[in-house]
């Protein structure tokens, strides 16, 4: 019973990991569309904690919270324009500029993360769910 | 083992077995965004920069 029960909590673990794609769809769309919306909502949970939070926070976190609210929204367009061009050629050029954006979109998330609370980014986590059809 | 306990054991299995499989159906389901859902997500993105944590701080700064 012990060893059925190791069994099926490696195997659910596995599937907790794994992200399978429905045949016919891209791995690499698939995967950078999720990063933008968990990037999208990670940025706006912090915006959003900034702002609720601000009397006592540090001057640090409110410029950065600043600079995200200036540059964010730009970068997030540029990454999805790109994108929608690699959806329509599926081409190599269009993909290294896909991977750009993604760096930059994601830096910016993870300089949100650092500061925001676990409960917050557990519900930006959740709210980044919905758009994973 | 008596027959209770084995036909608890079997019960137990099949749960996380059903969960399991669940998850398994859940996870190869995913998929690029319809155009619809891309839609839904540019009206959502754009309502969500409107609002007023995305204005600026107003703090001065050096």
Redesign the interface.
């Known amino acids: 019973?012990k060893a059925?029960?190791a069994l099926?909590?490696c195997?659910?673990f596995a599937?907790?990991f794994?992200?399978?794609?429905?045949d016919g769809?891209?791995p690499f769309?698939?995967e950078a569309?999720?990063d933008l919306?968990t990037a999208?909502h990670v940025v706006?949970g912090f915006?959003?904690w900034?702002?609720?939070n601000?009397v006592g926070l540090s001057?640090e976190v409110?410029?950065l919270?600043?600079q995200l609210?200036?540059d964010f929204?730009g970068y997030?367009d540029s990454a999805e324009r790109v994108l929608a061009t690699y959806?329509r050629a599926r081409d190599p050029a269009s993909k290294v500029q896909v991977r750009t954006w993604l760096v930059a979109v994601n830096s910016a998330m993870l300089a949100a993360l650092e500061h925001l609370p676990p409960s917050e980014t557990s519900t930006a986590q959740k709210a980044a769910r919905k758009?994973?059809? | 083992m008596d027959p209770v306990t084995i036909i608890a054991?079997i019960s137990?299995?099949t749960t996380?077995?059903e969960?399991?499989v669940a998850?398994?159906e859940e996870?190869?389901?995913?998929?690029?965004?319809?155009p619809e859902?891309e839609a839904e997500?540019q009206a959502f993105?754009r309502a969500?920069?409107r609002?007023?944590?995305?204005?600026?701080?107003d703090?001065p700064?050096d």
């Open positions: 019973m059925l029960l099926v909590t195997l659910l599937g907790c794994t992200r399978q794609v429905a769809h891209d769309v698939v569309e999720a919306r999208f706006d915006l959003a900034e702002q609720a601000r001057s409110t410029a919270a600043d609210r200036r929204p997030l959806k758009w994973t059809p | 054991a137990a299995a996380l077995t969960k399991l998850i398994m996870r190869s389901r995913v998929r690029e965004l319809t859902q997500w993105k969500r920069f609002m007023p944590h995305w204005e600026p701080s703090e700064r």
